[in-house]
């Protein structure tokens, strides 16, 4: 049995600075609207933006960030690497 060969992956950093444009967005939408709909107490209403921002994150935020900044983020890595490196929606 041999090692599990390591997947090429872009530079954590770069990582999250594509997640955190993606989410920062949709968090003030949400938080606003939110405001707007004047819910209260404050845990109730972190509650209700973690439960639509993960599912949000997961499934549509990072696919659409990565497509759009791949080239960035996976300049320099060799392109055989990454296409066994990139998984959406699995």
């Known amino acids: 049995m041999g090692s599990p060969k390591k997947s090429a992956s872009p530079p954590t950093w770069k ?6 444009l993606g989410l920062m967005p949709a968090l003030l939408v949400i938080a606003y609207t939110l405001k707007w709909l ?3 107490p ?18 549509v ?6 497509s759009l900044f791949s080239e960035w983020l996976y300049k320099g890595i060799d392109a055989e690497q990454q296409k066994k490196s990139v998984d959406i929606g699995a």
């Open 38 to 40: 004047k819910v209260e």
């Open 42 to 59: 404050l845990w109730f209403k972190l509650i209700c933006e973690t439960a639509i921002l993960v599912p949000l994150l997961n499934y």
């Open 15 to 20: 990582l999250m600075l594509v997640k955190w």
């Open 61 to 66: 935020i990072t696919p659409l960030v990565d």
